[in-house]
C-alpha cells in the first residue's frame, strides 16, 4: 500500500521561507513507466481544505491565486523513490494550516486529479506550518 509523509513543516516569522517535502513509499509498480501526480493542500482552523499547487504528467505546475508567486511545486522521481516538494516563501500568517500532499501513480501519463479537484487516491498525515506576525 502507497503511504505518502510529509515532512519540513514549521514555525516561522512573516516572510520567513520553509521547504515541505512530501515521500511515497510501498509503492510496488515499475517506476520507471511511472507518472507521479502530485497535489499540496492546506486546512487551517476552522476551514475547508484548500487546494495549493498540483503538478501534472507534462510537469506544468498551477496553483491558487492565494499562493501563486510564492509558493512552488516540484517533484523528483530518482530510481524508486517518488518525493514531492512545496516551497512556500514570503510567508504570511493566513498561511498558518496543517499541509498535506496528496498523489496518483499512473501508468497511463495521465494526471486527473489536481488541486482544484483534490480527486487523490493517495494522502498524507500533513505537516503543519505555523507563521507568526
Known amino acids: 500500500e502507497v503511504r505518502l509523509v510529509e515532512s519540513g513543516g514549521g514555525s516561522v516569522q512573516s516572510g520567513g521561507s520553509l521547504r515541505l517535502s512530501c515521500a511515497a513509499s510501498g509503492y510496488t509498480g515499475d517506476n520507471t513507466r511511472t507518472t507521479y501526480c502530485v497535489g499540496w493542500f492546506r486546512q487551517a482552523p476552522g476551514k475547508e481544505r484548500e487546494g495549493v499547487a498540483s503538478?501534472?504528467?507534462?510537469?506544468?505546475?498551477?496553483?491558487a491565486d492565494s499562493v501563486k508567486g510564492r509558493f512552488s511545486i516540484s517533484r523528483s522521481q530518482d530510481n524508486a523513490v517518488n518525493t514531492a516538494y512545496l516551497m512556500l516563501n514570503n510567508l504570511s500568517p493566513e498561511d498558518t494550516a496543517m499541509y498535506y500532499c496528496?498523489?496518483?501513480?499512473?501508468?497511463?501519463?495521465?494526471?486527473?486529479?489536481?488541486?482544484?479537484?483534490?480527486?487523490?487516491?493517495?494522502w498524507g498525515q500533513g505537516t503543519q506550518v505555523t507563521v507568526s506576525s
Open positions: 496528496a498523489a496518483d501513480l499512473r501508468y497511463d501519463g495521465f494526471c486527473p486529479a489536481t488541486h482544484t479537484n483534490m480527486a487523490y487516491q493517495y
Open positions: 503538478i501534472g504528467a507534462d510537469g506544468r505546475s498551477t496553483y
